[in-house]
């Protein structure tokens, strides 16, 4: 597998030489309240979703900023994304260091590699007055050769939009398309709206205060004209005029033997504004099959479930990674988090979320257990950090003892896709047969070590634990009670003490929750402290597990 390397370690000169053939992502290593997290990009299209003031315009402004081009659109626009168009920074709140990492996969020598670059972007002050000027986007760094990549970047914001009600509006023939654009241009219009109406159509300059802000597509020779298309179509104008740009990039490419190198990066906010659900799906599925077509990578920011849903559907573009869906949450710490495929349930949990709602539950890993002694002793083993992050649940059976082994075996059995879907494992107790625990349909299964090969239930492993020590081990003096003083309390509940391990697990129950809990708690930690070798293997396997979990479900992993 190949990894990122920098562009001194690939011997790369100049920046604007490089030949992208795609963009793989950012590793944001800190931006206001992301750090250290990466946003993973498709083959070739891209959803970005969540919650409002969760920074989605943002993430998708850093990825398609950083390029420099000289292709222009099919009205001579630049083809270059500017930070300013997407989000705005503060000389007042902005005022520490940001950086991320470029992900690229490029061309070098005829083979593909992966290019890491970090991205810096700082406040500048005015050299005279030391006032706030403006920010500093330095990509690589400022020598010779360093700066923005090669790569055509167009943004659109469909709600951001001038209304078309509120321009004056004047034929336009700017764009001189060609045939097959013009048959293009109308298959568009009908896949996605799924009508005739624009298989003749004329353009036009929109226009307010003496500046064209936008070209409209509207019907000709139809029963409605450019005067009264809807906001949807007026936005779907803006959108094929763009595709039709980057065709012409596409076949400018392959003319000059540049079959292999990206197309271009577009980004679209607010992708559903204006579009009736049936129309935004049309419009992703269009897209998608565009973009494998001409070479173009497509980001999409939407909160509609809808389409989220359907999308979330289509399992094998997504295993092919042609389609991704990234959800940026707070759900999962205190900053933002980015999860990447996640299911589609949680996905619904979090655009949904009341403010009132535990959040930290929508990525908490359930553990089924089978007693309180069991959660006690599995939370002991694993620490308060990855405890926090796990919800144990040991009273799910009929019986009110807890989940006794049988219960939880057959439910390993028969209800694996319940499991699966409420991100669950099962942790069985120390003295369930090894045999037992093989099952082919339900692998997040784990047992609780035992210190010896007998494989005691705790309580009894508890009690050998003590009663195996001599009486001047410093385990007595640490708990400030004597060997001797154990050995009555335990005969007090049943307990042979002589033949110790022939005890019935009863009555070493009997004894352990004779014990108040706080006391309990200290044999516990001292007995894991003892055997700590033994312990961290069962925690190393216990975090296997739960990232095993959260990566299906696609959250990020613990590290």
């Known amino acids: 597998m190949m990894e990122y390397r920098s562009k001194k370690d690939l011997g790369i000169v100049d920046n604007s030489d490089v030949k992208i053939s795609k963009v793989k992502g950012i590793l944001i290593r ?45 009205f001579n626009n630049s083809l270059k994304t500017q930070l300013s168009q997407v989000f705005k920074l503060s000389g007042k709140t902005d005022t520490e260091k940001y950086e991320y990492d470029l992900n690229l996969e490029i061309i070098q020598d005829g083979s593909k590699e992966l290019l890491r670059e970090p991205v810096r972007v700082y406040p500048s002050n005015n050299s005279t007055t030391g006032n706030y000027e403006r920010h500093r986007v330095v990509v690589s760094g400022s020598q010779k050769g360093d700066g923005n990549f090669t790569l055509p970047s167009t943004y659109i914001n469909l709600k951001r939009l001038f209304p078309l009600v509120e321009t004056n509006i004047s034929n336009n023939n700017v764009a001189n398309y060609t045939e097959s654009e013009k048959t293009f241009i109308a298959d568009f219009f009908g896949k996605v709206l799924l009508k005739e109406e624009f298989s003749d159509f004329e353009t036009f300059d929109a226009s307010a205060t003496g500046a064209v802000l936008k070209q409209p597509i509207g019907p000709k020779n139809s029963h409605y004209d ?26 400018e490419n392959i003319n000059r033997g540049h079959n292999k190198i990206l197309t271009g990066l577009i980004s679209i906010d607010e992708f559903e504004a204006s579009l009736h659900p049936i129309s935004q799906l049309n419009l992703f599925n269009f897209l998608h099959k565009w973009s494998k077509d001409y070479n173009v990578q497509i980001i999409i920011n939407t909160h509609s ?27 999962y710490e205190k900053g933002l988090e980015i999860w990447h495929n996640p299911s589609y349930k949680n996905a619904k949990r979090e ?82 047969d090894n045999k037992k625990l093989n099952n082919r349909n339900f ?50 509940c049943g307990i042979n003490i002589r033949n110790y391990r022939d005890n019935k697990s009863d009555v070493c129950k009997k004894w352990y929750n004779s014990v108040d809990g706080r006391t309990i708690n200290k044999y516990r930690r001292l007995l894991i402290k003892e055997n700590k070798e033994i312990f961290d293997n069962f925690k190393l396997e216990f975090l296997k597990k739960m990232n095993q979990i959260l990566k299906e479900n696609g959250f990020p992993t613990i590290e």
């Open 30 to 74: 800190k931006f206001r309240n992301i750090e250290n997290k990466e946003f993973i990009l498709s083959d070739n299209i891209t959803i970005v979703s969540g919650r409002n003031g969760t920074m989605k315009s943002t993430i998708m402004g850093l990825i398609a900023h950083p390029y420099n081009t000289d292709f222009t659109d099919i």
């Open 226 to 251: 450019i005067d009264s298309i809807s906001s949807g179509e007026d936005n779907l104008g803006t959108i094929v005029n763009i595709l039709v740009s980057y065709m012409r990039l596409y076949d």
């Open 305 to 331: 479930l809808f389409l989220i849903d359907e999308v979330m559907k289509k399992t094998h573009e997504i295993e092919r990674n042609e389609i991704a869906v990234n959800f940026i949450t707070l759900a």
């Open 351 to 432: 655009l949904t979320l009341t403010e009132n709602e535990e959040k930290g539950n929508l990525t908490k890993i359930k553990v089924l257990c089978e007693d309180d002694v069991a959660v006690g002793l599995i939370k002991a083993i694993i620490g308060t950090e990855l405890a926090r992050k796990c919800e144990f649940q040991a009273n799910l059976s009929p019986s009110k003892d807890g989940n006794s082994w049988p219960f939880l075996e057959k439910l390993a059995t028969e209800a694996t896709a319940l499991l699966k879907d409420s991100m669950s494992m099962i942790v069985f107790d120390g003295d369930v």
């Open 443 to 492: 692998d997040k299964i784990l047992k609780i070590p035992t210190i010896r090969e007998s494989n005691f239930a705790f309580e009894k492993e508890i009690v050998n634990y003590i009663l195996e020590k001599e009486s001047d081990d410093s385990f007595f003096k640490e708990v400030s009670k004597t060997k001797e003083q154990f050995k009555q309390s335990m005969i007090d």
